[in-house]
């Protein structure tokens, strides 16, 4: 079987701009990991189904192993390596680390984004909205109440956004 040819795409990722060719078939997800060893996005599932591979598009959470890398050409990928400024972190990211939300940290990045694209949504949402903006990423390891006290003490203390 004879492998897709590659097209020149151009997108902005991290705030950095990106001519890479890319297969047809191939993911955002390899192309972030693979390509530019931006390795903080998470393989998990390859279906969609557990969030760590979530970056953000345009400023919304889409799960980077279902999108293709052509679907990002001419937009804007966060990556969990794109938050941190000055190697300060984040508030969000910040916020996890202090509240103890961070175990084995593979759900992290995608946790973190998605919580990101909450707030800067919702700079002061209620807990449903919390536990209903997090609801497609599995953390395995925390039970969740460490992670929503975490976006809790972002958005509480005004942080959620950039």
């Known amino acids: 079987m004879k492998k897709p040819g590659k097209r020149l795409i151009s997108l902005q990722i991290n705030g950095m701009e990106y001519e890479v060719a890319v297969r047809s078939d191939r993911t955002l997800l390899e192309l972030l990991r693979e390509d530019l060893?931006?390795?903080?996005?998470?393989?998990g599932c390859d279906d969609g189904s557990c969030g760590s591979c979530t970056v953000l598009l345009d400023g919304?959470?889409?799960?980077?192993c279902l999108l293709l890398a052509v679907e990002a050409e001419n937009r804007e990928v966060t990556t969990i390596e794109g938050l941190a400024e000055n190697e300060?972190?984040?508030?969000?990211?910040?916020?996890?680390?202090d509240h103890g939300a961070i175990q084995c940290g593979y759900c992290s990045p995608g946790m973190i984004l998605t919580a990101k694209a909450l707030l800067d949504e919702n700079p002061a949402p209620s807990?449903?909205?919390i536990l209903h903006a997090i609801s497609g990423n599995f953390c395995r390891c925390t039970g969740y109440n460490k992670i929503v006290t975490a976006i809790r003490a972002a958005s509480r203390n005004g942080k959620g956004g950039d």
């Open 37 to 43: 060893m931006l390795t903080g996005t998470k393989e």
């Open 60 to 64: 919304s959470p889409v799960r980077s």
């Open 88 to 97: 300060k972190l984040h508030p969000i990211q910040q916020a996890f680390v």
């Open 127 to 129: 807990e449903q909205d």
